[in-house]
């Protein structure tokens, strides 16, 4: 079966969310930090257009963005300001 991805750098994905989430832009949020990712390598996620469960909602409207990313992935996805599909995320520094 072929997947086709669309390709992010770890930088823009740190823009995306500063500029749509403004508790994130308030506390400089960087996905490879809140993420806890390794230098050279890459991250996938299916996203799709769904609200974020009740207990993402409650760490998200608490400013705790730990391991939050598919959640605000898939919100943003809901909310129209990114495309369904199968992302990358590239991490390298």
């Known amino acids: 079966m ?11 994905v740190d823009e995306l969310i500063k500029a749509n989430f403004p508790l994130a832009a308030a506390k400089d949020y960087e996905c490879v ?40 992935l898939d919100k943003l996805c809901l909310d129209g300001k990114i495309e369904a599909g199968n992302y990358l995320v590239r991490v390298s520094w």
Do not use: I
């Open 33 to 72: 930090a809140f993420q806890e990712w390794d230098n050279d390598s890459c991250y996938t996620f299916r996203v799709r257009p769904e609200a974020p469960d009740q207990w993402s909602q409650k760490e998200l409207d608490a400013g705790k963005f730990q391991w939050q990313l598919a959640a605000m």
């Open 2 to 12: 072929k997947v086709t991805y669309t390709e992010l750098d770890y930088h823009e």
